[in-house]
Nanobody
């Protein structure tokens, strides 16, 4: 099992930037895909981005492609989500997730450890 703690959320104006961090502890971090999901009020939790253990493979939701960047520092057991050009529709609770395997994509079922989430609010 992996324990995940997100930080870096907050209130930002449209067009602004935020950087989320997710600190992991527990089982080996560097082998597994790590992902970010988000959940807006009244909506289901949706995929945002994922990165392989080595960092060589990334996948993004179309809605964030070109604006968000996922990265990781395996020495620090931390994964990041740099969010630029934020829009009001990016408002959500953002969750960090650890995949159960070394390969993962955009499905929630591929991830078995989740953080508590961090709120991101983008005002117009």
């Amino acid at each position: 099992q992996v324990q995940l703690v997100e930080s870096g959320g907050g209130l930002v104006q449209a067009g602004g930037s935020l950087r989320l961090s997710c600190a992991a502890s527990g089982r080996t971090f560097s082998r597994n895909h790590m992902g970010w999901f988000r959940q807006a009020p009244g909506k289901e939790r949706r995929f945002v981005a994922t990165m392989s253990g080595s960092g060589g493979r990334t996948l993004y939701a179309d809605s964030v492609k070109g604006r968000f960047t996922i990265s990781r520092d395996n020495a620090k057991n931390t994964v990041y989500l740099q969010m630029n050009s934020l829009k009001p529709e990016d408002t959500a609770v953002y969750y960090c997730a650890a995949a159960r395997g070394v390969v993962a994509g955009s499905l929630r079922s591929e991830y078995d450890d989740w953080g508590q989430g961090t709120q991101v609010t983008v005002c117009a």
